[in-house]
């Protein structure tokens, strides 16, 4: 984080990266002496409602934030800065997007908890876009020029009010990762699923709440143990330790959190899903609560989100190294609760090594757990050509993931090419080519079963 003070007094001359938040409400002016060099500005958490023209000056600047300012329309001077690729606006009034205001090379656009009621059609001009992020806005439709955005990897367009699943979504050769949950279109399957979910219910007076152990941006998670409410005589029972996750109830960047809730319910058990323990009904806040399973420490996560650089892929850890029967088995286990959660209607929205708790033993293959539903998205799979095309659609994340295991085995392996050869199918550009999760699983299960 920078200051006002150290940019006014010279120390920040030639500065590339410049991040300010001090409730500004005026485009401080100092700023414009950095236009040679400055290619990240950052200026989340102000009171801004306007950008000054002097901005399209600005020769090298890529990456803009103005995340949780006062804007109420997106800036038209971002059309004109020539380097701009990234734009940044989540959390203002923006009710208006002109055509004028996108950068000719943007390649990622967050408008996330705005007032959106339309997109200009300009934006399927966007050749290079790879990552929109349009959740909690206002939005009836998307327009269909963005058919033409090829190179589309990653969309959220979750809590709009579109009354009609854009079908030709499924047809985009490179989308990979999609949460629209939270739509009219959607908000009928689920209540079903929550419906038909066998969910226990647990009293908060049985739970008793222990250390922090994260948060996300939909809720806080923290050990606990469930006790005994009212034990009757002779048959007590020991606690029994859990995590709880609190919901914060707000919209995120995925979607809304009762939307989240209702997929992690309807999910099922699966050896590599996270464990449901259940639901509290009685907070004394009112706060929507998941009680699940305690994950063993010797859990971690096997990658970091995606970075500013890589967009729309994992930042894995420098110098991870896995073997091939590791690489196998945690791919089998992925590809096999994909498979499970599409049998149940439910697209991940999410498959990222991010989101994937994997161990490592002495004596047996790695084990992946897979968790996060904040961008999961219910449908019926009565309509069995969106079905297939969802599950096409979430294939091809398997399919970056499975690139990304591969990446990281001995090359030397013989039995590498035809994992090669899956991954490749699975991100064929052409959806229909792609394997189900149920064909990719019989394939990885022939490559463990050789390797025996």
Not at 204 to 233: F, K
Not at 278 to 305: C, R, Y
Request: hydrophobic letters at 45%; glycine letters at 8%; a negative charge.
């Amino acid at each position: 984080m920078h200051t006002l003070e150290q940019l006014r007094a010279g120390e920040l001359c030639g500065a590339r990266h410049l991040k300010l938040s001090e409730n500004l409400a005026v485009f401080p002016p100092e700023i414009l002496s950095l236009k040679e060099t400055l290619e990240v500005l950052d200026l989340t958490g102000n009171q801004l409602s306007a950008l000054p023209d002097e901005l399209a000056g600005f020769g090298k600047l890529r990456i803009i934030f103005c995340s949780e300012n006062r804007f109420t329309e997106l800036p038209e001077v971002l059309g004109r800065c020539p380097a701009l690729t990234m734009v940044g606006f989540k959390a203002n009034r923006i009710a208006t997007v002109s055509a004028n205001a996108l950068p000719a090379g943007l390649r990622w656009l967050i408008l996330t908890d705005n007032a959106v009621q339309q997109l200009p059609d300009e934006l399927g001009q966007c050749d290079a876009l790879q990552k929109l992020m349009l959740a909690g806005n206002r939005l009836r439709e998307l327009p269909a020029s963005l058919a033409n955005c090829r190179n589309l990897e990653l969309l959220r367009i979750a809590a709009n009010r579109i009354e009609r699943f854009p079908e030709w979504l499924l047809t985009l050769p490179r989308l990979a990762w999609l949460a629209y949950s939270g739509n009219p279109f959607s908000e009928g399957e689920a209540a079903r699923a929550i419906d038909d979910a066998h969910v226990v219910t647990l009293s908060w007076r049985e739970l008793e709440l222990g250390e922090l152990l994260g948060q996300g941006a939909s809720g806080v998670i923290y050990r606990a143990t469930i006790g005994n409410d009212a034990p009757q005589a002779g048959a007590a029972t020991a606690p029994e330790p859990v995590a709880v996750k609190l919901f914060k109830g707000a919209v995120t960047s995925d979607g809304l959190p009762h939307c989240e809730m209702a997929a992690s319910l309807a999910a099922g058990s699966h050896p590599n899903l996270i464990k449901v323990v259940g639901k509290v009904a009685d907070h004394p806040s009112g706060i929507a609560a998941l009680v699940m399973e305690l994950i063993d420490p010797a859990f971690a996560n096997l990658a970091g989100p995606p970075s500013l650089a890589s967009c729309t892929r994992d930042v894995y850890p420098d110098g991870l190294r896995l073997s091939v029967q590791d690489a196998l088995a945690m791919a089998h286990g992925i590809a096999s609760v994909a498979g499970h959660l599409h049998r149940a209607g439910i697209m991940h929205g999410d498959l990222y090594g991010h989101n994937i708790l994997f161990a490592r033993g002495p004596d047996a293959p790695a084990r992946a757990l897979l968790g996060d539903f904040g961008a999961a998205s219910l449908y019926d799979r009565t309509n069995r050509e969106r079905a297939v095309g969802l599950e096409r659609l979430e294939v091809r994340a398997f399919g970056c993931l499975l690139e990304e295991l591969l990446a990281r085995c001995d090359a030397r392996n013989a039995h590498l090419a035809a994992l090669h050869s899956l991954s490749a199918a699975c991100l064929s550009e052409v959806p229909a080519e792609r394997p189900a999760f149920a064909e990719i699983g019989r394939q990885l299960a022939a490559v463990r079963s050789a390797l025996l």
